[in-house]
């Protein structure tokens, strides 16, 4: 099985205790992580299992392999 990552290009982020009315930055939403055979099988899965999506406003969703899952944390304010 290969572990796939979706994501969507389409959302926005306000910084905390932000009284604009504009987003502050555009950013990459993750939608879901999982393993399975292709791409395209681990789509439909991920419709099939999160049906919910559908009611959002996403529609374009990018699709990578994920060939490395070691995590490294990193912190801005250190």
Do not use: G, H, R
């Amino acid at each position: 099985m290969i572990k796939y990552i979706f994501l969507t290009f389409e959302w926005y982020t306000y910084q905390p205790y932000s009284e604009s009315a504009e987003p502050d930055v555009e950013n990459v939403q993750m939608i879901w992580i999982w393993e399975w055979n292709s791409k395209s099988e681990a789509f439909e899965d991920l419709k099939e299992k999160n049906e919910w999506l559908i009611a959002t406003t996403f529609n374009e969703l990018y699709c990578y392999e994920l060939k490395n899952t070691n995590i490294e944390y990193f912190n801005l304010k250190e």
